[in-house]
């Protein structure tokens, strides 16, 4: 029998990466801009279909 050398080392990194409230504000404010954005380019789109139909 060949003795094996088993080394277990246990290393656990938690990284907790948080946003500040500032940087996290202004990131859920872009995301709402945007989101209105394609909806005013979608309902615009749907205004346009619906005048001129196909």
């Known amino acids: ?3 094996m050398i088993v080394s277990s080392v246990n290393v656990t990194v938690v990284l907790q990466y948080r946003d500040s409230f500032t940087k996290a504000v202004i ?3 872009i995301v709402v801009v945007l989101g209105i954005f394609i909806n005013y380019i979608n309902a615009g ?3 346009t279909f619906r ?3 196909v």
């Open 45 to 47: 789109l749907i205004h």
């Open 51 to 53: 005048k001129h139909q």
């Open 27 to 29: 990131k859920n404010v």
């Open 1 to 3: 029998m060949s003795d």
